[in-house]
Structures are given as structure tokens and as C-alpha cells.
């Protein structure tokens, strides 16, 4: 488990405002939370140093680009070990349709975030690639007809 890294009211401010705005400049950021550039500067670098920031990314419209195609697979697991967890876990990272996986308390193991181009697609990367992940008993799909909010 990761340490908790405690955010004064100014860390907090500074995490909403890049969550939706990566690209916020220095500047602008120290007017949103009320500093002077400088210390904004050290304190969002402490907040990346500390990995409270993962990183920057762009959201891209996935219908615009071939990608419109999501499904959302639960997957239960014929071995919920420590061993067989971190074997499904480092192989499904392998998988770039995977968008997101998530280990759940329920009455499945995981719930998969899957991006495809097709329906077609989708059913190949099912099949050959996370059927195939180790210790995968069964699969639930289900597709999503519209997304109403993405990112």
C-alpha cells in the first residue's frame, strides 16, 4: 500500500484544477489558487515528485479516431492466490485494448475497461487475448451503447 500524502487546502486546489485542465500554465494556476508563480511551480513539482501527479494526458474523442468500439468485461478467476493474482495482473498490462483494470470486491475478480474498433475486434481480443489471460475462468460483457460522460 502507498503512503498517504496529506494536501493543505492549496494541494487540493492545485490537483482539482490540473484534473481538468493538464495544460493550465504556471501563471494561470497561481491565479486559481491565490500564489505567485514560484511556489505553485514547487509545490506541483513536489506534488509529481510525490506521485500524487501520475502524469499529463490529452482526452481524445475515440469515435473521431476508429476507436468508438467499448465494452466493460467482468472476469472471474479460477485462483484468487497471491501468485495467480500477480500472474493475471502482469499479463493483462500486456493487452493495449485494456484500458483499465480494476480488482474488485464482488462477485467477480476484475472489471475490465476494453477499447476497441469493432464489435469484431472486441470478439478477437476476447477470445485469443484476455480469455487467454492465466487463471481466467469466465467472462461477462457488456457493451456500452453511449458514452455520457468520458474522462
Not at 501527479?53 to 492466490?81: M, P
Not at 495482473?89 to 476497441?116: G, P, W
Not at 475462468?137 to 455520457?148: G, L
Request: hydrophobic residues 45%.
Amino acid at each position: 500500500m502507498a503512503q498517504k500524502v496529506l494536501l493543505d487546502r492549496i494541494d487540493r486546489n492545485i490537483v482539482n484544477a490540473l484534473s481538468v485542465n493538464g495544460r493550465m500554465s504556471m501563471a494561470e494556476l497561481a491565479i486559481h489558487v491565490g500564489l505567485s508563480k514560484t511556489p505553485v511551480q514547487a509545490r506541483v513539482k513536489r506534488l509529481e515528485q510525490e506521485g500524487v501527479i501520475k502524469g499529463y494526458s490529452a482526452l481524445i474523442d475515440r469515435e473521431l479516431i476508429g476507436e468508438g468500439h467499448l465494452a466493460f468485461v467482468q472476469v472471474k478467476l479460477s485462483d484468487t492466490r497471491s501468485e495467480a493474482l500477480a500472474s493475471f495482473n502482469n499479463a493483462v498490462r500486456q493487452i493495449e485494448e485494456v484500458e483499465q483494470c480494476h480488482m474488485m470486491a464482488a462477485s467477480f475478480d476484475y472489471l475490465l475497461k476494453v477499447r476497441t474498433t469493432s464489435i469484431a475486434a472486441y470478439r478477437r481480443v476476447l477470445g485469443e487475448r484476455i480469455s487467454a489471460l492465466p487463471h481466467v475462468a469466465q467472462t461477462s460483457t457488456f457493451v456500452a451503447m453511449e458514452s455520457i460522460r468520458d474522462g
